[in-house]
């Protein structure tokens, strides 16, 4: 079947329209109506339309940026798309990578969307040139979305991630699937044969490659400009980002990057090896009952996300990843681009998340730092329950986000020419009262991890979708407007500037990063004395 078909045929069309019930439900454009004469855009396979969301912003949605990877494709990179021969109609998002699904009671629940094998779609959200003063040749910066989600959940079409409030601003802001879990990761003896390339695995880091490529080619049709692309993303995105800029394969692909909470570079990192990648893939494909990589890909999709992997994450495969990041970047040989990077003020997703008690603090501190437990605790000391709690949270981003962020911006200082800035997130969510989630105690997480995202992107809607868990204030809005101002000028020029009436000082060897609360402050690198010797007591145990 031919794309054109595939984008038209009956059974698809009503396959899309249930895609659009779903999918539509969860954006906060929900109101937004598609119409044969939506803005156009040419692009290198054909004519796409899409929908203007208001009189400032049109977007593209659920455009393929690559062949399906389904039957044969599964498992090799992304696949050349054919051109088709109708105008594709970019009014709804595409289906998300096979994965598990959140419980409705989750933080971040924004809602069920379709889910597919064939996944690999991008959505686009620009400035309209059709108003009054706009200037139709001007070409806009770029920002790139990679999402996050443990390489095993996420997609480009959440509400959490929707570019209207981004491209009001001023940026053709773009989001992209990616394949997840072990279709998305897995290496195989089998799939390193058959590969030219002698590797396997980091499927997904192929898809960003490929969505990264696609934006390079088409991007201008959409009024950005190919030479001011900014990669943006979070947690698993932003860690994604990082084997990015040291990848041989997408060298050239993107001019300034924005990370979230994430990074490949701490020392301790884990980016496994190909053989042993390979090891753990034959281990799964073995818990699967499948002989050989032909009956691999006879299996469902859905069996093959159903089942425990152990695999999702990029590795060291010789061809992507031709080291490990930390070692590419000490050489030198990273993508030297303008950094923003950051982490919110209690991001913890260590064992020390579990701390409840002033007895649970002092047994996890005893089970992660042996004899230099006292140590430890003099450090970060606790009284009390509640202050057990706070001294846990800091403890627990101390061990993991801080130094994993402030790696990065020591190692970009160190072997790089390219400015860095620095930020913490410290703007308390103001929960409904009473609200519960089954995957949070909002009483005892602080500012989270992923806290920033709603602010950077401006996308408040998006936790009252489906019932009121926050109730969003003045200062809220300001700080948002502040955040996403400031990132619409780092991808304008590499420098957030002194915009939103934010002074933010450039990263160097006096630490100084800015506070990201109402009203905001700069400071130093929160705790860099307990943070070096946590480091220099987990290098000696």
């Given at each position: ?59 593209w ?20 798309l ?5 105008t ?20 971040h ?41 443990s390489?095993?959940v ?29 279709l ?29 490529q696609?934006?390079?080619r088409?991007?201008a049709?959409f009024?950005?400009?190919?030479k ?29 990057i ?10 301790a990192?884990?980016?496994p ?10 281990a ?12 691999l ?42 950094l ?28 992660q ?17 509640a ?13 993991s ?19 860095t ?17 089954t ?7 602080g ?10 992107l ?62 905001p ?10 943070v ?5 007591m987990?290098?000696k145990?």
């Amino acid at each position: 079947m031919k794309l054109s078909d595939f984008a038209t045929s009956p059974a698809i069309c009503m396959w899309r329209m249930v895609a659009l019930a779903l999918a539509l439900a969860c954006l906060p454009c929900a109101s937004a109506k598609a119409h044969d004469d939506g803005p156009a855009a040419i692009i290198d396979t054909g004519t796409v339309t899409g929908i203007a969301l208001s009189p400032a912003v049109d977007a593209w949605l659920g455009i393929p940026f690559a062949a399906p990877p389904v039957r044969d494709a599964r498992w090799r990179p992304p696949q050349k798309l054919q051109r088709w021969t109708r105008t594709y109609r970019a009014d709804r998002i595409g289906p998300e990578c096979f994965q598990p699904m959140r419980e409705h009671a989750y933080n971040h629940y924004f809602g069920d969307e379709p889910m597919s094998e064939d996944c690999l779609y991008l959505n686009v959200w620009a400035p309209a040139t059709r108003t009054a003063g706009a200037d139709p040749i001007a070409k806009k910066p770029v920002i790139v979305w990679i999402y996050g989600g443990s390489f095993v959940v996420g997609s480009g079409g959440k509400a959490l991630y929707d570019g209207q409030a981004l491209a009001a601003k001023g940026a053709v802001v773009v989001t992209v699937n990616y394949r997840l879990g072990a279709l998305g990761f897995l290496a195989h003896p089998e799939l390193s044969a058959e590969s030219p390339q002698h590797a396997s695995g980091n499927y997904g880091l192929l898809d960003q490659i490929a969505a990264l490529q696609w934006v390079r080619r088409n991007i201008a049709a959409f009024g950005g400009d190919p030479k001011r692309v900014t990669l943006m993303g979070q947690s698993a995105g932003a860690i994604a980002i990082s084997d990015l800029q040291v990848s041989p394969l997408a060298r050239g692909l993107f001019d300034r990057i924005v990370a979230l909470s994430g990074s490949a570079l701490a020392p301790a990192f884990d980016t496994p090896s190909l053989a042993d990648a390979e090891k753990t893939g034959m281990a799964f494909a073995a818990s699967l009952g499948t002989p050989s990589l032909a009956a691999l890909r006879r299996m469902p999709a859905d069996a093959i996300s159903r089942a425990a992997f152990a695999g999702a994450r990029p590795i060291v495969d010789g061809w992507v990843l031709p080291d490990r990041p930390a070692n590419l970047y000490a050489a030198g040989r990273q993508l030297d681009v303008p950094l923003m990077l950051g982490f919110t003020r209690d991001e913890n997703l260590t064992a020390f998340a579990a701390v409840r008690t002033l007895g649970d603090y002092r047994a996890e501190t005893k089970r992660q730092f042996g004899a230099n437990a006292a140590k430890v605790e003099a450090l970060y000391p606790a009284t009390d329950d509640a202050g057990a709690r706070r001294a846990a949270n800091m403890l627990g981003r101390d061990i993991s986000f801080s130094p994993m962020m402030r790696t990065w911006a020591k190692m970009q200082g160190e072997h790089g020419r390219a400015p860095t800035w620095a930020y913490m997130f410290a703007q308390p969510h103001p929960y409904v009262p009473d609200i519960r989630f089954t995957d949070m105690d909002t009483a005892a997480a602080g500012i989270y991890h992923t806290a920033e995202v709603p602010y950077f992107l401006g996308n408040f809607d998006a936790f009252n979708l489906f019932r009121p868990t926050r109730q969003w204030t003045a200062d809220d809005r300001l700080l948002a407007d502040r955040m996403m101002t400031s990132l619409v000028a780092f991808a304008t020029s590499g420098d957030p500037g002194q915009s939103a009436g934010l002074i933010w000082p450039r990263y160097d060897a006096r630490e100084r990063l800015m506070i990201f609360a109402e009203p905001p402050a700069t400071a130093i690198w929160p705790n860099r004395t307990e943070v070096d010797a946590l480091a220099a007591m987990r290098a000696k145990m």
